[in-house]
């Protein structure tokens, strides 16, 4: 089903229920997906039709606008062989520009998907063809590079199977697409922050932070941020204050759940698809092991959690011993708000959900101003960052 806008305003004007407005998830994504082993529910084949065009979103009791392909966020999942070749026809439905960029594939430069570089876009009512081969295998995904119109649902993951034996073992697999979903345009979320760059920062030191020591931080250490004019939680520019982070596009109250039989190695494909979103995954009691990052097979490494910056991939091999549920954490990297989804033997299930965790305060070393003893206050003058003198190292490493 395809949604244009004329149609959600004559739903709207005719009363429709909201029932009628559910939006359409593609099945990979669906709450209980199975994905037993590479045969996930998928578009696949050298021919694949997509249509980008307007659709409903429901998270909670509210509906949106989202843009969507075929209808549905995430966008589906695409699934392909290292060396076969592809086309993919993508009719635009929209009343503007739109395109999509195959985030991380080598490909012809004319099939990148990037307007004013390398194609014109795809223009209103018009189909264009993406057709290239596949020289590589992993986990990869898709989005638009037209507009903001990947900020309100335009994006979807990818996954190329190695045209040899995987050399990463799995019993079953998962593809675990991380968002950040705002009821408020984007085109909105960026005209406050042109007015005020910490328009949705709710988490700011205080005078009474101060005062009661929850801010963690000094008068001396307050003043010298007050003299670079610069604030210690200036993290994210968008925050939880209008986000409400997602997993496959369910909301942390949905408890999207995977499915795996103890003792069975899961591997889980995670994407960070937010528009402005950096995350710190962890599942509390399993260890995760990373066995792939943007798509390039590594040394498998165990972690307890990883920080995942926007549109990045990585790739974790899990054994939940117990017959017992896990929660899946995507923490947002300024604790303003988290996803949530869960790993269980049975649908139904859920784990303890942690609390989001304290709020952090940006050090010098993060700002790049670690300088050995050096007194910070001196090193600004006037309030004015003396990039000169920063320690380049340092600055590196943080």
Do not use: C
């Not at 004559?10 to 045969?39: E, I, Y």
């Not at 509210?62 to 549905?72: E, L, S, W, Y």
């Amino acid at each position: 089903m395809i949604w244009d806008r004329r149609t959600l305003l004559r739903l709207a004007g005719g009363g429709a229920t909201l029932a009628a407005l559910q939006p359409l998830t593609p099945a990979w994504a669906h709450t209980g997906s199975h994905g037993v082993g590479p045969t996930l529910e998928s578009l696949n084949g050298p021919d694949i039709a997509l249509t980008v065009g307007h659709s409903p979103f429901r998270l909670g009791e509210r509906t949106g606008h989202a843009v969507t392909v075929n209808g549905a966020l995430p966008a589906p999942l695409i699934r392909l062989r290292e060396g076969q070749n592809v086309r993919l026809s993508v009719t635009n439905t929209l009343d503007e520009d739109t395109s999509i960029h195959w985030h991380g594939l080598l490909l012809p430069f004319q099939m990148d998907g990037v307007p004013g570089i390398s194609f014109p876009g795809i223009r209103p009512r018009e189909t264009f063809v993406y057709e290239f081969p596949i020289r590589q295998s992993g986990t990869y995904w898709y989005h638009s590079h037209s507009g903001l119109q990947e900020a309100m649902g335009h994006f979807g993951p990818m996954i190329i199977d190695p045209a040899e034996r995987d050399p990463i073992a799995f019993d079953r697999e998962h593809v675990i697409v991380l968002s950040d979903w705002s009821f408020l345009h984007p085109h909105e979320i960026l005209r406050r922050l042109k007015v005020s760059p910490g328009y949705f920062n709710q988490q700011r030191t205080t005078v009474a932070g101060l005062l009661s020591g929850a801010d963690r931080m000094g008068v001396s250490e307050r003043r010298m941020w007050a003299g670079m004019r610069m604030d210690p939680r200036d993290i994210s520019d968008v925050t939880g204050a209008t986000y409400t982070y997602l997993v496959n596009g369910h909301g942390p109250d949905d408890n999207w759940t995977g499915i795996f039989t103890p003792g069975e190695r899961v591997r889980l494909r995670i994407i960070n698809a937010a528009a402005m979103t950096n995350f710190n995954v962890r599942i509390p009691d399993l260890a995760m092991t990373v066995v792939q990052a943007d798509g390039e097979n590594v040394r498998p490494i165990e972690v307890d959690e990883f920080q995942i910056a926007v549109a990045e991939t990585y790739d974790v091999i899990v054994t939940p011993p117990d017959d017992r549920a896990y929660t899946i954490v995507s923490e947002a990297v300024d604790r303003s708000g988290m996803g949530r989804a869960t790993l269980a033997p049975r649908l139904g299930m859920s784990a303890a959900i942690p609390p989001v965790r304290e709020i952090p305060n940006l050090t010098m070393r993060d700002m790049g101003m670690d300088m050995g003893g050096m007194d910070h206050g001196a090193a600004m003058g006037h309030g004015a960052m003396d990039h000169g003198a920063m320690n380049m190292r340092d600055r590196a490493r943080a």
